[in-house]
């Protein structure tokens, strides 16, 4: 199961490249490089084919981003270490296996869709600073329309305080990514809602499983919704 969840966040990845001019393909890994290493910088579907010298120097010169995901504990993680690259993060795999089976939630909780322009650079200025990373606008507003995402908006007031997407792989599985919410207001459980609100996202698409990769922090969140933890998503740079 845990390559099946980060092959879903590959998906992700590589599906938001594609829609904004910066997917690049070498015969033996992806990579997503959006202008001023923003989100999504990524090098994904590294095997133990993969060329490691050849990343390296294209890290080293510009070409490939310094940021590398992997299943964690497969062969390319450990040809990573001995190649000389850092672990940088870990997080946890997890999935949400009965969806048909759940009633959990059916309020919207005033989460509303991005469906313009001006709600393409809110979600981007909330997600930037939810996750202290640039998310570009124009990144955003290219998934606008698009059959595999749908992203919200969550208020707390009159603001706007979270954001989240729901994206629908090609085998027809949801993944739930982005959730965030603006430090000053956690703790109002909006991160929650938004989890909530996209899980029905998943089962009015009559998704049969839910993925998402979370935080220590998310999992103890994700974990009494229901979900599994499964494994890890490895990041590693130079």
């Known amino acids: 199961m845990n390559q099946q969840i980060v092959d879903n966040l590959f998906g992700f990845w590589e599906e938001i ?6 997917l690049g393909r070498e015969s033996d890994f ?13 090098v994904f579907e590294v095997s133990s084919e993969t ?7 294209g890290i ?5 981003p310094n940021s590398i995901g992997v299943h964690g504990g497969g062969i390319p993680e450990q040809g990573l270490k001995d190649s000389g690259f850092t672990k940088t993060s870990s997080i946890n795999a997890m999935a949400f296996e009965d969806v048909d ?21 809110v979600f981007a200025r909330v997600a930037s ?8 606008e124009a990144t955003v507003s290219s998934l606008y329309g698009h059959p595999s995402f749908s992203l919200f908006l969550g208020k707390h007031g ?9 994206f629908l792989d090609r085998n027809g599985i949801s993944g739930l990514h982005m959730i965030g919410t603006l430090s000053e207001y956690r703790g109002f459980g909006l991160g929650k809602k938004m989890t909530l609100f996209l899980m029905r996202q ?13 935080s220590k922090a998310g999992e103890r969140i994700y974990t009494k919704l229901g979900f599994k933890v499964f494994g890890t998503l490895e990041s590693y740079s130079l």
Do not use: Q
């Not at 060329?51 to 390296?56: P, Y």
């Open 51 to 57: 060329d490691l010298t050849k990343l390296k120097e």
């Open 60 to 64: 080293k010169n510009g070409t490939f």
């Open 17 to 22: 490249a594609d829609s904004g001019g910066f």
């Open 129 to 136: 600073r939810s996750f202290g990373c640039e998310v570009m």
């Open 30 to 42: 992806k990579f997503s490089k959006p202008s001023g290493d923003s989100w999504p910088s990524k």
């Open 101 to 121: 089976g759940w009633n959990g939630n059916s309020e919207d909780f005033g989460i509303v869709p991005v469906d313009s322009v001006e709600k393409s650079k």
């Open 202 to 214: 998943a089962k009015i698409n009559n998704s049969p499983r839910i993925y998402l990769v979370a």
């Open 158 to 166: 009159d603001d706007y305080a979270s954001c989240g997407i729901h």
